[in-house]
DNA sequence: AATGAATGAGTCTTCATTCAT
DNA sequence: GATGAATGAAGACTCATTCAT
């Protein structure tokens, strides 16, 4: 809002966030590609070329959200990865914590990750970058449970993305059997005793 | 090509078969949306209007790929299903065999999954029809895992579309830790593990 | 206008020459660059994207208008060259043709060929090779000249490219001091002066 | 710089020349109309819009310029037509000087000259009063050789602008036929002789 | 039956300029 | 005095689809 002042990193990020808050009824319900950076920047209330103050191409809008939205996880699946309690339940919580966080931001995450499939290679590099810190901390949860004994030994890694994926399973199914808690325990169920001794 | 007489039924699923598959490789370079009805009609060596005549719309042509590959996979773990071996036997046999048809079309089910979010709900539904036969097949052979005492007792459609789904830990990963065949059977024996007594 | 049939290379010209014919007003008074495709569009009569049905850029347009002009002024110096005629008078008919036509043209030539130099070196290259050809039809009577003894040896080349040029001082001046005719004669007869032994 | 003291005249001037100097490189590349203010002011060190306390408007620069360009042209000239040499003599040496001024400036004035056919007429005016001026000191020099009779009586300010003109043959070339020296030599000479008695 | 010319809506993006700080 | 955030207007181009031949 400042005119003459050069924005922060930091009033460039929140500015950023503000202004896909604004707009993301907006991607939810037509999906990204589809609306246009006019709509985008009406429903931030501002001029269709402001918003390339903020975002210097319409692809680094995805990229910065699915960035953005990961780290978020990723850095509340690390306070309970840190927790003093056994591999499993710590699983169990990041895996509840992981839907819960995707519920309330309307699998968004998921929506959007379907569209990076057509963003250029580097950009996927970006958000990759993002996704592997994630599995890299469940995988090493998963290798802590190993190492002490109560897994089987698997590879890790492997393990952990499977994990990961069975989100998708629970939420994106369009003939649920049951509420999305339900369905994600039972997958998380399934996978523990996959992999216990 | 025959003047007057109009197409079969069959006719048309053919030539429309052939249309794509001329097209196929347009697609998995650029993506669907990406692609152009001319580059299509190029493609498949017609004029831009006679596509209308087998497809009515552009995104016809997704759904009609859609349905007509998840059918292969259908029809072909159809008689693996029928097979008198062991569910956890034919449920690795399906498995591999979808990843199997997976390779040999170059993922190409995945890719078009992620662009059918953007269908019409009417046409997503047409699809949703086919990956539910698909969905029931593997839940059935779970379920009699199950009846027969094998299986440990769990939502047996949930259990499959979580199966189903590790394909794509196995497949659709930047940062592989093996084969997908390795990879994938590592996910098969969690699965399975996870459901035994 | 006919809708289904191929247009022939012939139509694609005698179009292109109508479209730019419909446009010419607009870029004589505001400049090729300053028009938009949009209001050539409407100065034809038809849709923006049919434009690009005749002109794959816009750029185009203006390659297409110089070369075709500086073709029409050859053929016509083509005749002019091979009349039985001494080389100072030919040269000199040239130019008045050459001058006739500009002012025919409203100096359309002069004022594109101060845009084309924003063109893309390939289409520059284009242009030049018409250009060249013009050039070296005028080179080919002063040499003419120089062989009869009525010249003094000069390259010739570089005197067609000064002739040529002449063009310039007498048509594109805010302050003329005389009728372009005039203007231009009077240069004429100082080159051919200047040629004389 | 300094705070509170509103900058001379001869301040501004100077700034605007350092401004340009530094921005020069980018417009003989790109071209003017191609390169953005943006740029320019980033070249020139500056913000966006302190660009416009030393110009009005972006067309101002390149009014600037040309005009800036052309006087100094015309002063370098002014010191040759003063010299007390034949008037052919001084002809010679202050094209001499105009092609070593052209070449030691990358031909800038050709180049902007192209673009100042974009300005609207009060710009051109203001333009062409310094053009005007060039042109009529290398008139009076052809008219001091018309009067002293060793030149042919012609209109001098045609002549004055054919000699001018002759430069653009020798510089403007994409198929030189010699040094631009030699080129201008024997357009010069042509000239010369076409207009001894 | 088969074709391609025609279209209008819509896309992202750029830019000179202004104005509040 | 100097700056950069903000903007509105505009631009080239693409595309799925229709329709006359």
Redesign the interface.
Known sequence: MPKGIPLTEEDLSSRRREIFAAAVHLILEK?F??TSMRQIAEAAGMGKSSLYDYFRTKDEILVFVIEEETLIVTRQAEAIAALALPPAVRLRQIMRMHLDFMQANKNLLV?L???A??LKPES?ARI?QRR?AY?DLVAAIIQEGIDQGCF?P??A???A??LI??L??ALY???P??SAEE?LD??V????????I
Chains 1, 2, 3, 4 share one sequence.
Do not use: K, P
């Open positions: 999906g590609q589809e929506r990750g379907g569209e499939q057509r996927q990759n592997y599995q089987r698997v590879n890694l492997n393990a993305r499977l994926n069975s998708l399973s199914t369009s003939r059997t049951g369905m039972e997958a169920e399934i996978f523990l005793h996959g992999l216990r």
